[in-house]
């Protein structure tokens, strides 16, 4: 099965995640087409809804003998479009394919899909789960729900890896703090407190601390932790004290650090600033957070995988991502996944792409890996 007019017609929807962008369309044209596209690769096709208005698309191969059940799984939101030339009109030029969501991550979406019409020709065994699902730029509410009512005993999740197997992903938290000062008329400084001012020493601090956490032994396949303030805002006019700041920042995750241990790690930077100076006020609060993930390199999928790469002339050595996915919502549902997808480039940005040999290498590779973890299971 092509999986290039599969991505095209992807491509050419416009799926951008209304919860980033309000008043942005979501994801259920997309689910439709790539439930026809399910349906035309041999799958029994059903909806799922996930919020209101949004909808998980999830195709199903049953083989007539017992054996695993194997999940694909990825996402078909988007980021927006600001700055992008046309985003919705998928154009391939010297081996790439152009438009919104061509990488991340439509490309892995359509070669799951594919693949999954390549293994339908044969299919006897086990359960095969094709899953797209929403909102994985925002809160993932199409992957909490996919594992509320499907379970399976492995899973690749299609995000775009360059064609390299990926056993683990970092996770991240989002915190607010606020820092408070005193409203006062410009030209009267004995009576104003500078709540700007004081998020200087906050930022600072932040630096300081994402320095220290930076310069630590790197954990296997993750890396090191990090940090970074992303949305400042703060004061009314030119000639007055500001009495509020307001910080977002993100602080991103290795395996083993909870939300307690981020909370942990703020509370002292605040309260070592009020240590300093008792007429500093500030408070934080945990906004938001996805966990890191990993797993053993030793496990049969990942095994599985590195032989199907092998065999197609491709590197099997594991590797992590940097970015989050929702490879960890599946594992915390007690499905064992690993990433595999096309490469390309411009993830968020306002030229993006995918390459197209990468997925068709992509749809051979999964099916490949799928066929080993049937036949060893």
């Not at 600033?273 to 993930?293: M, V």
Request: with cysteine.
């Amino acid at each position: 099965m092509d999986p290039i007019p599969i991505l095209e017609s992807l491509v050419a929807v416009n799926s951008i995640n209304p919860t980033l962008v309000p008043g942005a369309p979501g994801e259920s044209v997309a689910a439709d087409v790539a439930g026809v596209a399910m349906a035309q690769a041999g799958l029994d096709v059903v909806f799922q809804e996930a919020a209101p208005g949004r909808k998980n698309v999830i195709g199903v191969l049953e083989g007539a003998n017992p054996g695993p059940a194997v999940m694909f799984c990825g996402h078909i939101d988007t980021v927006g479009v600001e700055g992008m030339v046309e985003p919705f009109v998928p154009r391939v030029d010297n081996g790439r394919l152009y438009g919104r969501g061509a990488q991340d991550m439509k490309g892995g979406v359509a070669a799951m899909i594919a693949a999954a019409g390549v293994l339908s020709r044969s299919w006897t065994r086990g359960r095969l789960i094709v899953a797209a699902v929403v909102d994985e730029e925002h809160m993932s509410l199409g992957a909490e729900a996919l594992v509320r009512d499907w379970r399976a005993d492995v899973a690749v999740v299609t995000e775009p890896t360059d064609l390299q197997m990926a056993v683990g992903h970092k996770g991240f938290a989002w915190v607010e703090v606020v820092t408070r000062g005193r409203a006062a008329h410009g030209s009267r400084p004995a009576e104003g407190r500078d709540a700007i001012a004081r998020m200087g020493r906050v930022l600072v601090a932040l630096e300081a601390r994402d320095r220290e956490l930076r310069a630590r032994p790197p954990a296997p396949f993750l890396g090191t932790a990090s940090l970074h303030a992303s949305i400042i805002s703060g004061g009314r006019e030119l000639s007055s004290y500001p009495d509020v700041c307001t910080l977002q920042m993100e602080r991103r995750t290795l395996a083993g650090e909870d939300d307690a241990v981020v909370a942990a790690e703020i509370d002292m930077i605040l309260a070592r600033l009020r240590a300093e100076d008792p007429e500093f006020e500030a408070t934080a609060r945990l906004a938001g957070s996805r966990s890191a993930y990993c797993l053993d390199p030793a496990h049969q999928l990942p095994q599985a995988m590195g032989q199907a790469l092998s065999k197609a002339g491709h590197r099997p050595d594991p590797v992590g991502m940097s970015f989050w996915t929702d490879a960890a919502i599946l594992a915390g549902a007690g499905i064992p996944s690993i990433l595999f997808g096309p490469g390309g480039a411009g993830l968020h940005s306002t030229v993006e792409y995918v390459n197209v040999a990468d997925v068709y290498a992509c749809r051979d590779v999964l099916s490949e890996a799928v066929k080993l973890v049937i036949d060893n299971w």
